[in-house]
């Protein structure tokens, strides 16, 4: 088998509130291969958005090591973390966090004006993204106009239109109704099975985690079970 | 920055009535700058476009202005034969005595101040060629007549042409008015040099004003006052007489430089406050754009840039309230002669530039804690909530 991705070891995540200790991660193990769709499920405080977000490199592990692309992402520092997002993360949030005052045209734009692209190629690669996700015809409305539906599939836009490593989408359905929800989830699987983008996807539904290749459980920042395809682990 | 200007632009614009109310703030303290600046500007014109550098001064030796300079009309005569001194048609030497006293005469707002008397002769105009009769005629000496500046009669009391003041028990007749092109005569009432010497008791002159051959010439014959010991007398330039003048500002402007700081501080923490504002109300957006990989030195120079421009767009509001008092005239004392002196407010491009020069000054300064603010939040809480 090729080699992982991402790979986890051991990880552990302490905070402290006050005098008190919070575990939110202990001892994950966990590999992930390119081109997999990836849920992490489980209850509120389990854990799972934090993992996300140590993959992401926008935090940290307390204990283990977090291996992303060959990186130690605690190796880094905020600015190397920031260039390293840039390049290989597309991030799709649950409440959408398109930036309200820029058209979807303008969010999509966003991450590729920390490239060197010129401004005729970041179109092309803006009317892309936007084409993919069946959103050309809004690309000069702002938020505001959007449904709720619209604005995620902006959002997944902005997340490929750098045609980054893999894609992290955290709760991506969690503010839409259930016709805008599917949508979104096409959408992400399209991207997976047909441009074989790797994604990790955080959900409380398990009807998203059906679109998902295989769903890892968290419960108390531990890794209860793995589900692949229908069959447990 | 590579975060887009249009993103703090149209931040600016949908807080609409926030940001207007800060602007509109920092506008008012900008405004009270250039009006400040605009007025001593006005003060210190008044003086220093005054003279020419071929046109000299002569005083009592140790005076510092025609008010307190005194000496007889045997040192006059002395003076004007000097060599040097620029010849007229009729071979006679461009040199005028002339006598300075004060008056007190009731403004038009009520209260008394004290307003300067020149006593001269016809010299003394063709001396002064900005001098330009704008109503009625010159006065004639020995007539007691006297001429008065427009903006003087703008100020006081009875000083139209036509009108009859009683000054120093005798009644003197207005005859006409005249301007200087705003300078240091505009605050002055000229009369005869025999009338006002005869009714002030005062065979003597305040100063003489002397033309010289040339710029070269005008320099020796500083020198040469300086060097005789018979007449113990300085000569200056009128430049720079007036120049010196501009003593009378100091006062205007301690005192515009410490409104400007104080007021200046206020609108810095306006700035911050609803910079601060802004950067709460935008934390998500903030974090998002730091997850797609901003780094903080360009989330710190979007908000240092945003509120640059808040504070220059009040800039702009308040250089244009403020250019609206351009050209209004007013007065103050002239400390050295203890006299009214009248000047315009006199907004310029660079008091325009200093003007937003300032408002960009406070727009940064305030901006500079939000902006590290911004630069400085956690991601992870912010992408929690």
Redesign the interface.
Known sequence: MNKPLIEINELGKVFHRDTVEIRALDGIDLSIHAGEFVCLMGPSGSGKSTLLNIIAGIDYATEGEAVVLDTDLSSLNEDGQATWRNQHVGFVFQHFNLIPVLTAFENVELPLLLTSLSRKERREHVETALRVVRLTDRMEHYPRQLSGGQEQRVAIARAIVTDPTFILADEPTGDLDAESAREVLEVLSTLNSEFGKTIIMVTHDPRAAEFASVTYHLDKGLLTKTVLNGSHS | M???I??NI??IL?RRVGSAMTAVGIGLTVAVVVVMMAMVNGLDRTFTETGDDQNLVVLREGSLNEVNSYFTRDAFETVRFLPGVMRDEENEPLAVGELIVVITHPRKDGKESNVMVRGTSETGFRLRPEMKMVEGRKFRDGLREMIVSQALAKRFENFNVGDTIKINRVDWKIVGSFESDGGAYESELWGGYQDVAQVWQRPIFSSILVRAESLEDAQAFIKRIEDDDRIQLNAVSQRDYYAEQTVSSIGLKALAVFIAVLMGIGSCFAIMNMMYGMVMGRQ??I??????????RSTRASFLFESAVLALSGGVIGCALGSLFNGYSAGTSNFSSFSEVLFNFQVTPLIIALGLSFALVMGILGGILPARRAAWIR??DV??E
Do not use: D, H, W
């Not at chain 2, 974090?287 to 903080?296: N, S, W």
């Open positions: 590579k975060i887009p249009k993103y149209r931040s949908i998500p957006e974090a998002t754009m730091r997850a797609l990989g901003f780094r903080r991601l992870i992408l929690k």
